[in-house]
């Protein structure tokens, strides 16, 4: 009977979240963090089986009425972040995966109608380790610690500090001795592989799992031979059946919920951007500056390495204009613009990390891009920016290519202010300030950071500009490699 109201609860979260799993393995072939999502149920795994095999003494109290409430409130809650919440982070999809905390939600509330309150309560500390596969903390934390492999690799290490503790730690004692032997054997296992320059989709999962999977088995074994008998696989015969006798209506209302939760479209995975690849492109290095304009200043940003990987860098060009045109400026000044590009060489990443996470544009509105066509058959994308407290609105124009190896982002900025003086976002990580931008998405919707009145000021400008850096990059007559 455990068996198979297991079977049906992962039935149903297969069928309620089939978009969720096609879009992480999406991500897992792009090798993004999200490799540590099956790390993390594998750990979670490791814990359940631990607390499994331990006895528990308790009441024999299995008030049915409250599992149904508090399981329909719960996946009440999960159809509401799928249907209701996820959309609103379209933009920010892969960074939030706010569809990954709704199946923590359903997989909770599911257990609860299944098995009853208080056998899911029995693993509480389980539960509250696999609430981690809801991305932004994790992501979070692995930024400020670098973003390199390494930090990944020792985050999930501590994720199995914690999974081993509480798969063998009967005792406080034994707790913490399963999590230093767990600490120290992941800590070794990190290091020896990066100092081998193992990939990336070695370093950041292996070590975690060797830890738990090693100390676990030690402390299993040690157990046994210091006489205990209480930790250890049920033996056939003797294993308890489930408390709940027998499943009717809740488990109709999860399989109705797991259908609900399956109609619920999720974002696309994969850049809204057209990327040509063109072999003759010098990603990495200052984009040639076209005809009739000069370029002012050039600076680079490495750390952009933390959000796109080794060799990542971000390169700001500011451009002038070398003589004045009154169709943009009526006093037929010079105009400025500042052209950044960034490279990577896994292009999904630039999706999971978008441009908001490279400027502070927390409290500023945008709107919704428009697709442009600029040359050499490269098509771009369009969009304004409003900064409330500055007065300024920005017209910003992008587009992505390739070389083959390295994928490409270029964004055009150009200012209703033509002073010389006028200030562009500068270049930055900022997570905790889009941390806040989430949260008041979260609370307030997506209007209060949308531009629904845009004024692409200056689109003639930034079109003129990038025609003439795509031809200058390429050559007049390139097209795309087919």
Not at 58 to 81: K, N
């Amino acid at each position: 009977m455990v068996a198979l109201r297991w079977v049906f609860l992962i039935g149903c979260t297969v069928l309620g979240f089939w978009n969720t799993v096609v879009a992480v393995v999406d991500e897992l072939v792009a090798q993004t963090l999200i490799l540590y999502v099956p790390v993390l149920v594998v750990l979670a795994l490791i814990a359940v089986i631990g607390v499994s095999w331990r006895d528990f003494e308790e009441l024999p109290i299995y008030d049915r009425q409250t599992d149904v409430i508090v399981g329909m409130v719960v996946l009440i809650l999960a159809l509401a972040m799928k249907y209701l919440v996820n959309p609103r982070y379209a933009r920010a999809y892969l960074t939030t995966h706010m569809d990954l905390l709704a199946l923590w939600l359903f997989v909770f509330g599911a257990a609860v109608m299944l098995f009853g309150l208080r056998p899911v309560a029995r693993y509480r500390w389980v539960w509250l380790l696999f609430v981690l596969i809801f991305p932004p903390p994790v992501r979070a934390t692995v930024l400020l610690m670098g973003g390199t492999s390494l930090a990944a690799g020792f985050v999930l290490v501590l994720m199995a500090v914690g999974a081993t503790a509480i798969a063998v730690g009967r005792t406080w004692r034994r707790k913490l001795l399963a999590a230093l032997l767990a600490g120290g054997v992941g800590l070794v296992a990190l290091f020896v592989f990066a100092a081998l320059d193992a990939p990336r989709n070695v370093v950041v999962p292996y070590p975690a799992l060797i830890a738990a999977l090693a100390t676990s088995a030690y402390m299993l074994v040690d157990y046994r031979r210091r006489g205990g008998r209480r930790w250890a696989p049920p033996v056939a015969g003797q294993i308890s059946p489930p408390k709940v006798a027998f499943v009717g209506r809740p488990g109709l209302v999860v399989l109705l919920v797991a259908i609900l939760l399956a109609l619920c479209p999720t974002p696309p995975v994969g850049s809204i951007y057209q990327s040509n690849r063109y072999a003759q492109l010098g990603i990495g290095e200052p984009l040639v500056v076209p005809p009739g304009w000069r370029q002012e200043s050039v600076g680079a940003y490495g750390w952009v390495s933390r959000l796109y990987g080794p060799g990542s860098v971000l390169i700001r060009q500011v451009m002038l204009q070398t003589r004045g045109n009154r169709a943009f400026d009526k006093f037929a000044r010079p105009r400025r613009v500042v052209v950044d590009s960034v490279d990577s060489r896994r292009p999904l990443v630039l999706d999971v990390y978008p441009d908001i996470f490279r400027y502070d544009l927390s409290d500023e509105r945008s709107s919704l891009p428009v697709e442009v066509d600029l040359s050499n058959g490269v098509r771009g994308r369009l969009w304004s920016v409003v900064d409330d407290e500055r007065y300024l609105t920005y017209t910003v124009l992008s587009w992505r290519w390739n070389n083959g190896n390295r994928t490409q982002q270029i964004m055009l900025w150009a200012v209703d202010n033509h002073e010389p003086e006028a200030y562009f976002p500068e270049p930055r990580i900022t997570i905790l300030a889009n941390m806040n931008s989430l949260m008041a998405i979260l609370l307030r919707g997506n209007s209060v950071l949308l531009d629904t009145d845009p004024q692409l000021k200056d689109r003639d400008l930034l079109v003129g500009l990038a025609g003439g850096l795509i031809r200058s990059q390429l050559g007049a007559g390139v097209g795309p490699a087919r």
